[in-house]
């Protein structure tokens, strides 16, 4: 399903409650084991928007930093908001960036490619130095990461071939592994066969390793996000994903382009009341687990 800019999907909700329905239930979100105490939380509705090629104003796309700072030094996440109709002109990155579809419908490649429009779900590459073109079919939003800045456009002129090559997965082509597939989520027998789904994008999920991974978690769902990395950082790409914030008796409602993350060890209570796909990059492992 392509979701456009509405209201609802980049506004976010704060519920002053100690339980939330889900899936036609109550479920008690505040007796799961809480949230690290340094979760830090992005909600898509306190996005702060700026021109993300300054050079060209308000004729480029607008950027909205998650975490990091994209402008400087140093790695980062950000959101990218598209105007319907949006075609930048034939140019390269300094660096390389990947980037998951949130809303919309993007096109990424060659400048004389074929529009191949990547739907809601949907994952790319682009390579260092390599001309390319960014287009958009509706209002549209995506997530990009770096793992350097700071992100700078530049012209053709200044191409260059690192022998890296890009990368479009289409949201059809994601292969989903379940509880039997993978260790990194574990079922139990009360979960009804209500299980996550996990899908490896890119990098080595081990220790001390840098990997981004997509979660889908079914409606219905009431389990943790539980991780010793250190670093780990969660954007909701579809759906709405109830977050459980410690020592807060708060439980906030993550709509698509919100973002919620922590270092070191720590647990993240979550349900679902729809299917709903979260990223996760991570410096490390983390797992997903069905409430018991």
Same mark, same amino acid.
């Given at each position: ?13 704060l519920f002053l409650a100690t339980t939330v329905s889900v899936g036609g239930a109550t479920r008690d979100l505040l007796a799961e084991d809480p949230s690290s105490e340094n979760t830090h ?25 998650? /975490? &990091?700072?994209?402008?400087? =030094?140093?790695? $980062? #996440?950000? @959101? !990218? +908001?598209?105007?319907? %109709? *949006? ?114 994008? /890119? &990098?080595?999920?081990?220790? =001390?390793?840098? $990997? #981004?991974? @997509? !979660? +889908?978690?079914?409606? %219905? *769902? ?71």
């Amino acid at each position: 399903m392509t979701l456009g800019l509405s209201e609802r999907s980049l506004a976010g909700l704060l519920f002053l409650a100690t339980t939330v329905s889900v899936g036609g239930a109550t479920r008690d979100l505040l007796a799961e084991d809480p949230s690290s105490e340094n979760t830090h939380v992005v909600m898509a509705s306190d996005v702060q928007w700026q021109s993300l090629n300054p050079n060209r104003g308000d004729a480029a796309p607008k950027a909205g930093t998650l /975490w &990091g700072d994209q402008t400087e =030094d140093g790695e $980062s #996440g950000f @959101l !990218v +908001k598209f105007v319907d %109709g *949006f075609s930048s002109p034939p140019h390269i990155h300094n660096i390389t960036y990947r980037g998951v579809v949130i809303a919309g419908g993007l096109h990424n490649d060659d400048p004389d490619a074929e529009p191949m429009w990547m739907p809601v779900g949907s994952y790319w590459t682009q390579p260092s130095g390599e001309v390319h073109i960014t287009a958009a079919r509706g209002d549209s939003v995506a997530y990009v990461e770096i793992q350097e800045g700071p992100y700078l456009v530049q012209p053709p002129s200044e191409a260059f071939d690192t022998g890296e090559r890009p990368v479009n997965i289409d949201a059809s082509n994601l292969v989903w592994l379940n509880a039997s597939d993978t260790s990194w989520i574990e079922a139990t027998e009360s979960s009804g066969g209500i299980e996550p789904e996990i899908a490896f994008f /890119w &990098g080595q999920p081990a220790a =001390d390793q840098v $990997s #981004g991974t @997509l !979660v +889908k978690l079914p409606a %219905g *769902f009431t389990g943790k996000f539980m991780t010793a990395a250190s670093t780990f950082r969660a954007v909701v790409i579809r759906g709405q994903l109830h977050l459980h914030l410690e020592g807060k008796d708060k439980i906030a409602a993550l709509v698509p382009g919100s973002y919620f993350g922590s270092e070191d060890e720590a647990t993240h209570a979550i349900a679902t009341d729809e299917e709903t796909i979260v990223y996760v990059r991570t410096v490390g492992t983390y797992r997903v687990e069905a409430k018991q």
